[in-house]
């Protein structure tokens, strides 16, 4: 293993040649050290929105050194700090994440969580894919065979009909956007995803897209839908059948020009002719500039399955697809302190006014500061009893600690109301009798000196009994849930780590799960259990862990 760099002290995990291996480059010094949840351990690449990192999640405990695979690998996508320091970007990042949550296809890589961590990361994780972009196939390899078109055409305009089922589009599809994997390829980088019924991304004046692979509507301004993204999709196969994109390269104002204005390049598209003319007949729909001319992402797909798309990737390819997929490598073994830094920077923070936490904290010291002065006036009163003014201190101090003013501290907005428990502390002890009674006849008291020196009362003893909360304040068996440490929705029929850990903490909170426990599957009892959670803390109550959810599960 190498030597690890001081500023980024878990990068030592990969060598050179696992970097190569993976298709990753090393972390720069200004690179973040963790994002959200994950370990952050080499880059992956950047674009006009942001950074994509190789990174990998923190396990419970990592105190000693262990194996993990490609598998356990993620891509984690932070956005540029100008976008993520405006506070409408962040909002409308926010629905088009949730948009993204929405597809579940073969063809596209699985969203695992999101957030705005505590380093100020507006960030998104997605699977890592153990394979090779496009483009790197194509600048590797050279062209490749109508048949592996074919294919392209198929799993691609699948994914894409996927994509605009749920009603979003993607804006941004091109060959560095396509993954080769070991089971298909896959579409990725949501990060620039437009969902159908939102408006453009023009506050930030970001221009969303790469001209090459526009559609004319989309390089002219105007409204798009999926047929954009057939038209990309157009571009990309014919790139992948001849190395050369149909509007050729320069600037990007000529190449919009030529996008919007003329056709797709005669050389390009008669190549294609020569070998396969009837994929050159689809290419050529799809790049129609008419929208309404092309055809449906479905039917593409359909198009391309009867034309006996390759079952296999071409033989390089498909060894270094299998070289990456069967990658592994050893943790690094982090120090207790490092690995409760990460997990804490993973765990969802409540938003909470700064000028609420910093009264909350004072309040909470001069209670501290107040119960401390209370008790060491007790303390000196009984163990120094002949110590001159200690029964003054010790009556001052029990009227202070009994003052209802000391506790500030306020009550955490998820909190369920439930009823005090009452306490069993013991009955105050007596005071002794004084040792020298007052002088009189028959030991009777002067009226005179009772009035002016009123007969001293039996000291009490107040036991302080901190407000009951509903929540035990010693234990909290729920943090020992580590399934899953993100804020991703999750919902009736989902099935995996983000089901354990909601699963898990509803069990350890006591609430009922049904009888299959912790398994990984979302079904009626843990809706049930979660809509009970959300009734009890005041939530929203619709039985699916989202935003608000999130950190009222993990909470105090």
Known sequence: MPETDPAHPWTGELTAADLERLGAQPLRRSDPVTIGPYRVLARL???????????????????????YTARDLVAVKVIRPEYAEDARFRRRFDREVEAVRRVHGRYTAELLGSGFDEDEHLWMATAYVPGLSLDEAVRRHGPLPAPVVWRLAAEIGQALATIAAAGIVHR???????????????????????TADASALTTTGQHVGTPAYMSPEQAGGRDVDAASDVFSLGSVLALTATGQAPFGEGSTGGVIHRVIYEPPSTEVVDRVAESAPELAGLIRRCLDKDPDARPAPERVAEVAREHDPAEEWPDPVAELIASRAGWCGRSAAVSPMDQLTVLRRGAPQRTVKEAGRRKGRRAMVLGAVAMVVAVVAVVVAFVVPGHKGAQEAHSKATVRAASPTVSHTPTPTHRPKKHPTPSTSAPPPQAPPAANPPSGGGGDTDPTHAASEPKPQPTKVITITPKPSGKSSKTRPWTSCHYYSGTALTKYGDKGERVREVQCILRARGYNIGPYGVDGDFGDDTRLAVRQFQQDYHLGVDGIVGEDTWPALRGA
Request: aromatic content about 4%; glycine content about 20%.
């Open 172 to 194: 941004d599809l091109k060959p560095s956007n396509v993954l080769l994997g070991a089971d298909g390829a896959r579409v990725i980088d949501f990060g620039v995803v437009h």
């Open 45 to 67: 690449g950047g674009g006009g929105m942001g950074r994509l990192f190789l990174g990998r999640a923190v396990a419970a405990d990592e105190s000693q050194s262990a194996a």
